[in-house]
């Protein structure tokens, strides 16, 4: 079934063979969503060049820091069972870190949500990290048995700074919190209810090992490629291998309303993510980065695209996606280049196709009988404005002649006279009640901070 981005093929098979040439690069596996579908996906140049193995959607890269984005997952839900707090100090469950540095201030300053944005302060790397020497310290056990090496380097909330020992330490929190180990925990409640059957840490069983792709070191005054050192395998920071056909899952996945509680492939609840993608701080001066929870996101013109990109030696990968347009990228590259490039080129020319086509008109859903007492007008004195009680889009919204821009959806509760306000507002979380006199008739709403009168027609 045609789509609104299956005119703009064309032009997404040639932004990533152009990449892949220009680039230099052995090959690239790429992808498009749109809401819940993959619908566009191409492999161009080779996932093994000796061989002659075609890049393909179902080949296998590894997508490094973007496992980043599943272990804060895993953290998040957590948080939603009630198992742990996003503000507890990491060393509530990690009580090694007691010895920790703390020339920056106590450690207990170092907080689970501060790691999750790349905000806690905490060293780079675990001890002894040299990339170029292919060292790395993959074991947290190992890491916190020398926890008097590590620490803050600079006070938390200071600046953005990236954290791959803050992900690693995040990924023992989950083990200790559920009572599984990192990678068991993750498989259980993220890849397999949502169908990821191609993603995997290592060691990777032997069906999904035949489909890896062959690493490359970046070119250097040849075009002939020489094969990247394996690297070993490493865990919650970066540890995951991946394909275009499951990272597109994943992509749609972060699209996912709210379903209730967590169950089967709902993994998080709509606000949960929402609250993953939404920025807590600005990460530089000319305010077009800024870090959410497990994602950070690039403004580029009017758009703001959420992403994580992931790099580790002869790999490149990132997954980018705007919740606005539900549209989204996938590159991955078996080479030492930008993918952040090419799959912010691919989400652009398929947004630019999703906005330029015509709306779908949808039957809207019907109100509630309980409802028809509600909707009309009120007068908010103390602002001299109307506010209008609607229902649109499925909810009770309201809407104000002077503030074009607020537009609170009401959820109900238990008690028909009684709503909740949904997030993106001032008076989210706050109780809206209407009032009624004795023959049922509403005559007030209280809107959380003042009382608002409802204004009947004349007869």
């Given at each position: 079934?045609?789509?609104?981005?299956?005119?703009?093929?064309?032009?997404?098979?040639?932004?990533?063979?152009?990449?892949?040439?220009?680039?230099?690069?052995?090959?690239?596996?790429?992808?498009?969503?749109?809401?819940?579908?993959?619908?566009?996906?191409?492999?161009?140049?080779?996932?093994?060049?000796?061989?002659?193995?075609?890049?393909?959607?179902?080949?296998l890269y590894r997508i490094a820091s973007i496992t980043k984005t599943?272990?804060?997952?895993?953290?998040?839900?957590?948080?939603?069972?009630?198992?742990?707090?996003?503000?507890?100090?990491?060393?509530?469950?990690?009580?090694?870190?007691?010895?920790?540095?703390?020339?920056?201030?106590?450690?207990?300053?170092?907080?689970?949500?501060?790691?999750?944005?790349?905000?806690?302060?905490?060293?780079?790397?675990?001890?002894?990290?040299?990339?170029?020497?292919?060292?790395?310290?993959?074991?947290?056990?190992?890491?916190?048995?020398?926890?008097?090496?590590?620490?803050?380097?600079?006070?938390?909330?200071?600046?953005?700074?990236?954290?791959?020992?803050?992900?690693?330490?995040?990924?023992?929190?989950?083990?200790?919190?559920?009572?599984?180990?990192?990678?068991?925990?993750?498989?259980?409640?993220?890849?397999?209810?949502?169908?990821?059957?191609?993603?995997?840490?290592?060691?990777?069983?032997?069906?999904?090992?035949?489909?890896?792709?062959?690493?490359?070191?970046?070119?250097?005054?040849?075009?002939?490629?020489?094969?990247?050192?394996?690297?070993?395998?490493?865990?919650?920071?970066?540890?995951?291998?991946?394909?275009?056909?499951?990272?597109?899952?994943?992509?749609?996945?972060?699209?996912?309303?709210?379903?209730?509680?967590?169950?089967?492939?709902?993994?998080?609840?709509?606000?949960?993510?929402?609250?993953?993608?939404?920025?807590?701080?600005?990460?530089?001066?000319?305010?077009?980065?800024?870090?959410?929870?497990?994602?950070?996101?690039?403004?580029?013109?009017?758009?703001?695209?959420?992403?994580?990109?992931?790099?580790?030696?002869?790999?490149?990968?990132?997954?980018?996606?705007?919740?606005?347009?539900?549209?989204?990228?996938?590159?991955?590259?078996?080479?030492?280049?930008?993918?952040?490039?090419?799959?912010?080129?691919?989400?652009?020319?398929?947004?630019?196709?999703?906005?330029?086509?015509?709306?779908?008109?949808?039957?809207?859903?019907?109100?509630?009988?309980?409802?028809?007492?509600?909707?009309?007008?009120?007068?908010?004195?103390?602002?001299?404005?109307?506010?209008?009680?609607?229902?649109?889009?499925?909810?009770?919204?309201?809407?104000?002649?002077?503030?074009?821009?607020?537009?609170?959806?009401?959820?109900?509760?238990?008690?028909?006279?009684?709503?909740?306000?949904?997030?993106?507002?001032?008076?989210?979380?706050?109780?809206?009640?209407?009032?009624?006199?004795?023959?049922?008739?509403?005559?007030?709403?209280?809107?959380?901070?003042?009382?608002?009168?409802?204004?009947?027609?004349?007869?």
């Amino acid at each position: 079934m045609p789509t609104p981005i299956s005119d703009a093929a064309s032009g997404l098979q040639a932004a990533a063979a152009r990449f892949v040439k220009e680039r230099r690069i052995a090959g690239a596996a790429a992808g498009v969503v749109h809401g819940d579908e993959l619908v566009w996906s191409a492999g161009v140049g080779h996932a093994d060049r000796s061989a002659s193995r075609a890049a393909s959607p179902t080949v296998l890269y590894r997508i490094a820091s973007i496992t980043k984005t599943f272990t804060a997952t895993a953290i998040v839900q957590l948080r939603d069972e009630g198992r742990l707090h996003l503000d507890d100090p990491a060393v509530v469950h990690l009580p090694e870190l007691a010895a920790a540095q703390t020339n920056a201030g106590p450690i207990e300053n170092v907080t689970i949500r501060r790691m999750l944005s790349h905000e806690s302060g905490l060293a780079s790397e675990p001890p002894d990290t040299d990339w170029t020497a292919y060292v790395y310290e993959a074991s947290p056990t190992r890491t916190l048995a020398r926890a008097s090496e590590i620490g803050t380097r600079i006070p938390p909330n200071r600046q953005e700074k990236y954290s791959n020992l803050a992900y690693q330490l995040l990924g023992e929190i989950v083990a200790r919190v559920s009572g599984r180990p990192y990678a068991e925990y993750v498989g259980a409640e993220i890849l397999r209810p949502l169908g990821l059957e191609s993603t995997s840490f290592e060691p990777l069983p032997a069906e999904l090992s035949e489909r890896v792709a062959t690493p490359y070191d970046a070119r250097f005054l040849s075009d002939e490629l020489t094969p990247s050192r394996p690297f070993a395998p490493v865990g919650a920071e970066g540890g995951l291998w991946s394909c275009v056909d499951d990272l597109a899952r994943w992509a749609s996945f972060q699209f996912r309303e709210d379903a209730g509680p967590r169950q089967r492939s709902q993994v998080l609840s709509g606000p949960s993510l929402t609250e993953m993608h939404s920025p807590r701080y600005l990460a530089n001066q000319e305010w077009t980065e800024a870090y959410g929870i497990g994602w950070y996101a690039i403004r580029r013109g009017e758009v703001v695209w959420v992403q994580h990109s992931g790099s580790l030696p002869g790999f490149s990968s990132t997954v980018c996606f705007d919740p606005k347009y539900r549209v989204g990228a996938i590159a991955l590259l078996n080479g030492d280049d930008d993918a952040a490039e090419l799959a912010m080129e691919l989400a652009t020319l398929a947004r630019d196709a999703v906005v330029a086509a015509p709306p779908e008109i949808e039957t809207p859903a019907a109100m509630p009988g309980e409802y028809e007492p509600l909707i009309g007008l009120y007068l908010q004195p103390l602002q001299g404005a109307i506010v209008r009680v609607e229902w649109r889009d499925g909810k009770l919204t309201l809407l104000s002649s002077k503030d074009m821009a607020w537009a609170p959806t009401l959820v109900p509760t238990e008690d028909v006279d009684a709503f909740v306000v949904e997030p993106g507002v001032r008076q989210s979380g706050e109780t809206v009640r209407f009032t009624r006199r004795a023959d049922g008739r509403v005559i007030s709403m209280f809107t959380g901070d003042q009382t608002v009168l409802r204004l009947e027609p004349l007869e």
